[in-house]
């Protein structure tokens, strides 16, 4: 069974840093698009960034310049640092894996970290 296992939320003060991680676990062929989403109270989740199995990566414009994601395919593992946050920063941030495969031939399928809270406030 496939799970994404997130760690890195914590609380921090306006202008700080933090660094998640997610890495994904089971029995895992390849992975196609891995990110991070976030959801703040009364909003919908969002995309933050994404990194491609090839290295390409895409940002939301309001994190452009402050966040950059990572992924190591050998570990199955996306990161995300995240510098220079703002109090609109917090939410509850969510990993993603896109078209996970269990072997070459198999369907891919979409899963969900179950998500870490990042609070941004002093």
């Known amino acids: 069974q496939v799970q994404l296992v997130e760690s890195g939320g914590g609380l921090v003060q306006p202008g700080g840093s933090l660094r998640l991680s997610c890495v994904a676990t089971?029995?895992?062929?390849?992975?196609?698009?891995m990110g991070w989403y976030r959801q703040a109270p009364g909003k919908q989740r969002e995309l933050v960034a994404s990194?491609?199995?090839?290295?390409?990566?895409n940002y939301a414009d309001v994190v452009k310049d402050r966040f950059t994601i990572s992924r190591d395919n050998a570990k199955k593992m996306v990161s995300l640092q995240m510098n220079s946050l703002k109090p609109e920063d917090t939410a509850v941030y969510y990993c993603?894996?896109?078209?996970?495969?269990?072997?070459?031939?198999?369907?891919?399928?979409?899963?969900w970290g179950q998500g870490t809270q990042v609070t941004v406030s002093s």
């Open positions: 993603n894996a896109n078209q996970v495969r269990v072997s070459r031939f198999s369907n891919g399928y979409n899963y």
């Open positions: 089971g029995r895992i062929f390849s992975i196609n698009d």
């Open positions: 990194v491609a199995s090839g290295g390409s990566t």
